[in-house]
């Protein structure tokens, strides 16, 4: 509605250089006396009048379908012709006999006009139905619904861009429900993973306060070994959080990994022994890489306790070294990781067996964290499938 005093006064305008136009085509033509000059200026200011009339009357009281519009159009210019045809006629432009027979291919014109438009609107109508229809399903919820109209004019860009973006909606839906059923997932393994060290400890606390502990100090054990989970589990968590963030903090240079390996087999070498795991290394006398020498810790911390997690008693973790790929592998003598849950297996709260891993207090995420440090430092890691556990680590170099 804004829009229609503009286009109104366009069309005054545009009336008004057509009467210019045509009032010097005349004197330049025909060399019109006075009274006929004042003639033609009176009859196209009535012409022009009656077609700014018929304009707003239609754009009041146009009709709804795109069909009937079309069709007023269409029959607008013929009538607006035959206007002035009878007015030239009337004021002795023309004959009797020619306006009759010039009103006879006029109507003649109108019809193969309107033929011409039921031609061309019939299509357009059908295609913009079409496009009422699928922004109608997609208001319903069906984000399967797509246009696809083959027109190359507008209508055709419009249906492309809605079917763009019905795409994009069902995109982003699909992403909605993969991080809904993604928070699902880790709210439940974080409530497990949290719950069953502390009901642990609280029954072990039970026994001692009640002094019905048969052995106090394995109890402590236990306790203290439950807290330990439980602030393995924190750091963890708050690690991600702050990888997703990008506000871990690293600081990254030239150091010696082989350094880094040697603390981490003494720092696991206890762990290991609970299970009659040894653990060897194998490799160059230096590895130097850029990394930073506290976060290459934790990475290595995680992939060996992960291998002596999963592997059976009396195997060996094998940490093998190759100075010309910059690589740290990590080899265990478990089932492995199975091909399709090598990628999967990285991502916070994934366990391939449940069960087994529940039981034997992996809380799935430090892999994840792994990841996460090494890509900050601009690194890869990744695992072969089984049989036989393996995870490659490589670094830059120094």
Excluded at 64 to 89: D, E, F, K, N, Y
Excluded at 270 to 294: E, Q, Y
């Amino acid at each position: 509605m804004k829009r229609w005093p503009q286009l109104l006064i366009a069309l005054a305008v545009l009336a008004t250089l057509a009467g210019l136009a045509a009032t010097v085509t005349t004197e330049i033509v025909m060399a019109p006396s006075q009274s006929e000059r004042n003639q033609l200026i009176a009859l196209m200011g009535s012409i022009a009048a009656a077609t700014l009339i018929i304009t707003i009357v239609f754009r009041l009281f146009a009709p709804r379908s795109l069909t009937r519009r079309m069709l007023v159009a269409a029959i607008s210019g013929p009538v607006v012709i035959a206007s002035a045809l009878t007015a030239g006629s009337q004021s002795m432009f023309l004959s009797e006999h020619d306006l009759q027979f010039l009103l006879i291919l006029l109507a003649f014109a109108t019809v193969l006009g309107i033929g011409v438009m039921f031609t061309l609107a019939r299509p357009l109508t059908e295609d913009l139905a079409a496009l009422t229809r699928v922004a109608q399903q997609v208001g319903k919820g069906n984000l399967e619904a797509r246009a696809d109209l083959q027109r190359i004019d507008e209508v055709g860009e419009l249906s492309t861009a809605i079917d763009l973006m019905v795409d994009q909606i069902s995109t982003s839906r699909a992403a909605r429900d993969e991080a809904e059923h993604e928070r699902s997932i880790t709210l439940a393994s974080l409530s497990h993973d949290a719950r069953t060290p502390l009901t642990s400890m609280r029954l072990a606390t039970e026994a001692l306060l009640d002094g019905v502990a048969p052995d106090p100090d394995r109890y402590l054990r236990t306790i203290e070994s439950d807290i330990n989970a439980v602030e393995t589990l924190i750091n963890d968590l708050f690690t991600i959080g702050q990888l997703e963030a990008n506000r871990l903090e690293i600081i990254s240079g030239p150091m010696d990994a082989m350094n880094t390996v040697h603390d981490v087999v003494e720092l696991m070498t206890p762990i290991a022994d609970n299970k009659n795991v040894r653990i060897t290394v194998s490799g160059p006398v230096t590895l130097p890489v850029t990394a930073d020498p506290s976060q290459l810790t934790r990475v290595l911390s995680n992939v060996v306790s992960n291998a002596i997690r999963h592997s059976p008693t009396d195997e060996v973790v094998c940490i093998e070294i190759d100075p010309d790929e910059q690589q740290v592998s990590v080899f265990d003598g478990g089932s492995g990781f199975p091909e399709d849950f090598c990628v999967e297996a990285f991502q916070p709260f994934r366990r391939h067996d449940e069960a087994r891993e529940r039981a034997q207090g992996g809380a799935g995420l430090g892999l994840a964290v792994a990841k996460g440090i090494v890509e900050a430092l601009d690194g890869k890691i990744w695992a072969d499938p089984g049989p036989g556990g393996a995870v490659h680590l490589q670094l830059p170099a120094a």
